[in-house]
């Protein structure tokens, strides 16, 4: 093939290649000899330049790197990848990234080999195969990888930090590179570029001031189109920059370097020694060992090895959560993470979306409650710990100091004196008391505020809400004096409103009442109706007393006074203890009532109490008779006086009092027989007005003989009641002829 026709044949292919007909463009290039000597120097150019471009289509990195660099004649300078061209053009490489989507068939600018290379890592990098085309870059200065990747990482942090809407590829770029040319390792042999280019070799020292200088500017550009972007901690590229050099190991695998981890060398581990910091003085095939795999990389230096550009954040929020709590920056996490998820009293440790992150996110707010603490911010750190709990974090004696003083402290002005209102104050306490439930101060403290606002309730005639708090203060503090005071009042106000009958109800239990009454008598301020209950309550207990001791029941008897009496000792009638004596004495004046109310079977009852009392004060005998005599002798002159003689005879059978005990008694028994034998013969009952006439003929008294009664109030108190005009047919009973 002659000059011409070669000639010719690459203007077919260049038309081709321009037209989109690839294939014609590579049977044409195959045709052609690129040796041929009658191909000109600019021919030969653009002969590579279509091969290069040909091979980046089909992702033939190698041959991609080997046809850019034959384009220029000459293997790339070491310089160049932040700086104009030297070549006086006025192109600057570092507008590579301007268009950072160009297709491929865009020819690249012929003037620069070290921006031809750039470009072609960033085609490269954007599918994954920045490690193939660096391995092929011919590199005998043992600086050109390193200044290529240098370039591209200078360009895409300025593209970030310069562009309105900062592409992620760029953000994605910049950490890896940036990570790999800053690590302590120097697996890239930054330093010794560095150092070429100055000529000069530079101290440990200056070395490092120099790389954490440039650290914080990379920072603070990241930082600058987090803001200008609206991204949060857990989704910024800062919290991306420091996941990787975190997780970043130093391992050179991630650029395909040469140099082996070590398997080759039997004497060497096959872990990377983060200490190892010179070469191992081998040179292995890059196949002969496993580099790391996308998914076991870091984000964005997974990339690099094989992965692609994020649309977001190449870090996922849990990832995120655990970077900001290491990096101790609790209050940022908290506030994006409440951003997203609402107020962290919302947050649940076994809900689906919380349950990862839960433990970080307790030791996170724990870490903000000892802060807020520590500035006296005294509601913010009881809300933080609370929340903290609710997430599982466990809380020790420190946390429990926390409580305890912040809820004290709570709603409180320097001077200690209350500013807050009496609900919120409740509620921090209570946060504290939950926090904190051992703690007596606290105890005692919510307790007092509770009872305070239960009397405000009441004030309010808000009586529930009042006994609640009463309740409530009295579950904080158990035997609280002024809870229970104050519930007792309720309690004993219910009780006397039932027994008076104001209020319908069921009657309440004695047991309680007598437990109520206890504490009241020994309360500081007695409630209102005490005494009023404690009437009711006497009456019902003699009452149970006398149904015992009717029952037979002598030592259930005695356990019921000995309640009665055990409800005010210092002021009961009954003394320190109760015996027997007492008992009788309750069933004496158990009788005297019932006479008085003349109740259906008075008549039944006043003799078994009678007796009853007699057993107990170990009464027999005359003498018993006598008490019987002195307990119905006063009521037997009005049951004659109302007519009711019938009774009167009746509870002279059941007391068996013997004749001629009380002439007064007998007069009036006698009486009570004439009464009813004279009404029994107006009946027509002859036979039974005989029988009383002989009952009262029993009893030995004379016949026409007029009876005189001492008639004092004492005695016959009935007699006297406001008598009404006396009957002409029924002369008084005093003047009763026998």
């Given amino acids: 093939?002659?000059?011409?026709?070669?000639?010719?044949?690459?203007r077919q292919a260049e038309h081709a290649h321009s037209t989109g007909n690839f294939a014609r463009t590579l049977n044409l290039l195959d045709r052609i000899s690129a040796d041929h000597p009658g191909l000109s120097v600019d021919d030969r150019a653009s002969y590579d330049a279509l091969r290069a471009l040909l091979a980046e289509r089909a992702g033939n990195w190698p041959e991609a790197v080997h046809r850019w660099l034959a384009v220029f004649g000459s293997t790339p300078p070491a310089s160049g990848e932040d700086q104009p061209c030297d070549l006086g053009c006025d192109c600057d490489v570092r507008t590579v990234l301007d268009a950072p989507d160009a297709t491929s068939g865009e020819a690249p600018c012929r003037c620069c080999p070290a921006h031809a290379l750039w470009r072609l890592v960033w085609q490269a990098a954007r599918q994954g195969a920045i490690g193939e085309v660096l391995d092929a870059v011919p590199d005998p200065s043992g600086n050109r990888r390193t200044a290529v990747l240098h370039a591209l990482a200078v360009g895409t942090l300025r593209s970030l930090a310069q562009s309105e809407k900062a592409d992620p590829a760029h953000a994605v770029f910049a950490i890896a590179i940036w990570h790999l040319l800053l690590d302590s390792n120097d697996p890239l042999r930054f330093k010794d570029m560095v150092t070429a280019r100055r000529g000069a070799p530079l101290s440990a020292e200056d070395w490092r001031s120099a790389c954490d200088t440039l650290t914080k500017r990379i920072r603070t550009a990241f930082r600058s189109a987090d803001e200008l972007h609206g991204r949060d901690v857990l989704d910024a590229w800062e919290t991306v920059w420091k996941v990787e050099k975190s997780e970043y190991s130093g391992e050179r695998a991630y650029l395909r370097t040469e140099d082996c981890?070590?398997?080759?060398?039997?004497?060497?581990?096959?872990?990377w020694d983060e200490e190892w910091s010179g070469d191992l003085g081998c040179r292995c095939d890059v196949d002969t060992w496993q580099p790391p795999t996308p998914d076991t990389a870091p984000p964005c230096l997974?990339?690099?090895?094989?992965?692609?550009?994020?649309?977001?954040?190449?870090?996922?929020?849990?990832?995120?959560?655990e970077q900001l709590a290491a990096y101790g920056e609790h209050r940022a996490l908290l506030t994006a993470y409440t951003r997203r998820h609402g107020e962290p009293a919302t947050w649940q440790a076994d809900s689906d979306t919380h349950r990862?992150?839960?433990?970080?996110?307790a030791d996170a707010l724990a870490a903000r409650a000892r802060a807020q603490f520590a500035k006296g911010d005294w509601q913010d750190t009881l809300t933080d710990l609370t929340s903290a709990a609710s997430l599982g974090f466990v809380l020790d004696q420190h946390h429990h100091e926390m409580a305890r003083k912040a809820g004290l402290s709570a709603g409180r002005n320097g001077n200690g004196y209350q500013r807050a209102a009496l609900v919120q104050r409740i509620l921090w306490l209570e946060s504290a008391h939950a926090l904190a439930p051992g703690d007596t101060a606290l105890a005692k403290e919510l307790a007092a505020s509770l009872v305070r606002r239960g009397t405000e309730a009441l004030g309010a005639r808000d009586t529930d809400q009042g006994r609640a708090r009463f309740q409530r203060a009295l579950c904080v503090r158990p035997g609280d004096p002024m809870a229970q005071a104050a519930l007792d009042a309720l309690d004993l106000a219910d009780i006397a409103s039932v027994v008076t009958g104001n209020r319908p109800g069921k009657q309440p239990d004695l047991q309680q009442v007598g437990e109520l009454l206890r504490r009241g008598f020994h309360a500081e301020n007695p409630a209102e109706n005490l005494h009023e209950v404690h009437f009711w309550y006497c009456d019902r207990m003699i009452e149970r007393a006398v149904r015992k001791t009717l029952d037979g029941?002598?030592?259930?008897a005695r356990r019921v006074l000995r309640q009665l009496a055990e409800v005010q000792p210092s002021e009961d009638e009954w003394g320190e203890q109760a015996d027997d004596g007492d008992i009788a004495r309750l069933l004496h004046d158990a009788a005297v009532r019932q006479l008085g109310t003349r109740s259906g079977d008075y008549t039944r009852q006043v003799p078994l109490l009678l007796s009853a009392a007699a057993s107990f004060a170990q009464v027999t005998g005359e003498k018993k008779e006598r008490q019987a005599l002195e307990t119905v002798l006063p009521f037997a002159a009005e049951l004659v006086d109302t007519g009711r003689f019938s009774e009167l005879i009746t509870l002279q059978g059941g007391l068996l009092i013997t004749p001629r005990r009380s002439a007064e008694y007998d007069q009036l028994v006698a009486v009570a027989y004439h009464r009813r034998a004279r009404d029994r013969r107006a009946d027509g009952d002859p036979a039974g007005a005989v029988r009383d006439e002989r009952a009262a003929s029993a009893l030995k008294l004379k016949a026409s003989r007029q009876i005189s009664l001492p008639l004092g109030p004492v005695l016959f108190p009935g007699l006297f009641d406001s008598p009404g005009t006396?009957?002409?047919?029924?002369?008084?009973?005093?003047?009763?002829?026998l």
């Avoid at 093939?1 to 690459?10: E, G, V």
């Avoid at 006396?726 to 002829?737: A, G, K, S």
């Fill in 356 to 361: 990862a992150c839960a433990p970080l996110l």
């Fill in 553 to 556: 029941k002598k030592s259930e």
């Fill in 261 to 271: 981890f070590g398997q080759c060398d039997d004497d060497r581990l096959d872990v």
């Fill in 302 to 321: 997974g990339l690099l090895l094989g992965g692609r550009p994020w649309a977001g954040s190449p870090v996922t929020v849990d990832t995120a959560i």
């Fill in 726 to 737: 006396p009957d002409p047919d029924d002369p008084p009973y005093i003047q009763e002829t």
């Fill in 1 to 10: 093939m002659n000059a011409t026709d070669a000639t010719r044949m690459l």
